[in-house]
């Protein structure tokens, strides 16, 4: 198991993750047609021509969710009982076929819940694409388990 049990979260922590993608076009595709999401500026290459980004982007919920799942070997990979919720979600710039993703973690608060049996983790995440232009943040609170103890 790759994930961190509640104990091994220390607020102020970063997280620099080493695993990256590549952004496909056939991911793109692929992301819109499983969320029925047919918007033709990730679609259409000829209406997104007409536009000001010149070309298709790609799905911001596609973005946020590459973001999510390059951060769990090093997260809760094994320790995650639920996500709780991702706030303050933004998309500062946009991510286009052939951009490679990376994130970065940082640990922003813990604590124990009500019976001290898990934790609850809020964490920023940071997603990058190769020029290290920004180009999805938001928070992600995860209800985690706590570590065994010995008996």
């Known amino acids: 198991m790759a994930g961190k049990y509640y104990e091994a979260?220390?607020?102020?922590?970063?997280?620099?993750?080493e695993k990256r993608r590549t952004v496909s076009e056939s991911d793109n595709q692929r992301f819109c047609d499983?969320?029925?999401?047919?918007?033709?500026?990730h679609l259409d290459a000829e209406f997104a021509a007409e536009t000001q980004f010149g070309e298709r982007l790609v799905n911001g919920l596609y973005t946020?969710?590459?973001?999510?799942?390059?951060?769990i070997p090093d997260t809760?990979?094994?320790?995650?009982?639920?996500?709780l919720?991702?706030?303050a979600v933004e998309h500062p710039a946009p991510v286009v076929?052939?951009?490679?993703?990376?994130?970065?973690?940082?640990?922003l608060e813990k604590h124990l819940t009500s019976d001290?049996?898990?934790?609850v983790v809020t964490m920023q995440v940071d997603a990058y694409k190769q020029d290290d232009t920004l180009v999805c943040t938001f928070e992600r609170t995860a209800?985690?388990?706590r570590a065994p103890t010995e008996d």
Request: aromatic share 4%; charged share 20%; no cysteine.
């Open 9 to 17: 979260f220390t607020p102020g922590e970063s997280i620099a993750h």
């Open 116 to 119: 001290e049996e898990r934790g």
């Open 143 to 145: 209800l985690v388990e």
């Open 97 to 107: 076929h052939g951009d490679t993703i990376r994130a970065e973690t940082t640990v």
């Open 76 to 83: 809760t990979d094994g320790t995650i009982v639920a996500n």
């Open 34 to 41: 499983l969320t029925m999401n047919q918007q033709p500026l």
């Open 85 to 87: 919720s991702y706030d």
């Open 64 to 71: 946020m969710s590459l973001a999510v799942g390059l951060t």
